[in-house]
């Protein structure tokens, strides 16, 4: 049952932070250079559909991946230490 509420509160969080306004490669460029967007959008995987996106995102989390900041560009679990 735990795992099934873990499951819901990723798939919940991974789908309001993609339905929240902004470009988080507009948050990690800081400019707008469509060249530089589309470069940026294909390695932070954000131009695969969203269920790829969730899937590599799930991946990631099972392997202890929580990726890389958007603000700072450290891995996240540097991050939180």
């Known amino acids: ?3 099934v509420s873990l499951f819901g509160a990723v798939l919940v969080t991974f789908v309001v ?3 929240l306004p902004g470009n ?3 948050v990690h460029a800081g ?3 469509p060249s530089t967007i589309k470069f940026l959008e294909k390695q ?3 131009d695969q559909p969203l269920p790829v996106q ?4 799930m991946a990631g989390l099972v392997h202890g ?3 890389q ?3 700072t560009g450290n891995p996240v679990t540097l991050d939180l230490n």
């Open 17 to 19: 932070t993609h339905l």
């Open 65 to 67: 991946d929580l990726g």
């Open 54 to 57: 969730f899937g590599l995102y």
């Open 24 to 26: 988080p490669v507009l």
């Open 44 to 46: 932070m995987g954000l």
């Open 31 to 33: 400019f707008k250079i």
């Open 69 to 71: 900041s958007w603000y």
């Open 1 to 3: 049952m735990s795992i």
